[in-house]
C-alpha cells in the first residue's frame, strides 16, 4: 500500500478531499458568509421603474385620441432616457426597518428640456418619504437571523462547539433567512406597486399606474440569496462528512533516537 508523501511527512497537515469540510475550516468561513450577507442589506434589494414600452403606448393612444399638442418625438426620448433607471431604491435596511427608499438622482436632461411639451406629470410619482412601506417584519426577521449566524460563527471561534451544534446552528439560520427573504420579495413586489399607485392616486392621478410600475430585485439581494444557500450547503455537508475533525490532523514528528547509556556496547548490526 502506498502512503502520500505529503501526508506522512512528520508536521504537515494531512490534506484529503474533503479537508474543506472540517470542522476548524468550517468555523472561519462560516462566519465571512454571514457578514457579507449582512453587507448585502446596504445595498439595493428591490427597485421601481418605468414601464416605458406601456407607458409609450398609452400616451401615443391618448395624444391621437385627443389631438393635442403633446410632442411625441421628445415624450418618446424622455422615456427611452429612463428605461432601466430605478425610480426608487429600497435597501435590505430600507425594507427590514421601515425607512424611505432613495429617489432618482436626477431628471434626464431630456425629460427637463422638453419639460414645456409634455404632459403634467409632476406629481405622478410621490417623493420618497411617501414610497416608505414601513417595517417589514419578515425582512426584519431575516437581518435577525443572518445576525445571530454571525454572532454564533465569531462564538464559535472563541469558544469550540461540538461539531453537529455549531454546523446545526448555521444550516438552520442559513434556511430560515434564506425562506424570509424570498417571501419578503414577493410581498414588497405587490406592497411597492400598491402604495406608489395609491400615492399617486390620492395626488389627482386619474389612473391608477400600477401596469406602468416595473419592480425589479436589485444585485445585492440575489447575492444575499447565494451566499445564504452557499452557507446552507457547506455547513450541511460539514456537520454530515466533517464530524470527528474537530481540530486538524497534525502528525507530531517522531521522537529522537535514545541514546545508548554509558558502558552499553551498540549492537553490531548483521
Known sequence: MTVDAAASAPGRRTVTPTSILE??????????LFLLAILCFFFTFAGVSCNTDQAKATLHSAAGLSGGNVNLAQLDRCLDALKGDNLFSYTGFNLAFGTAPSGLASTPATCTSGASVLPGSSSALPVGSQATLGVQPLELVALIAIMGGALAGLLALLRP???????STATVLSIVALVLLLLEQAHAHTAVIDKISSASTGAG???????????????????????????ALYNASSALLGVGRMTEEIRPPPPPPAEPEAGQRTPAAG
Open 23 to 32: 470542522e476548524r475550516t468550517a468555523r472561519r468561513l462560516t462566519p465571512a
Open 161 to 167: 462547539w461540538r461539531v453537529p451544534w455549531r454546523a
Open 205 to 231: 392621478v386619474p389612473f391608477s399606474l400600477s401596469a406602468y410600475i416595473d419592480f425589479n430585485s436589485g444585485l445585492a439581494y440575489l447575492i444575499a440569496l447565494i451566499v445564504l444557500g452557499v452557507a
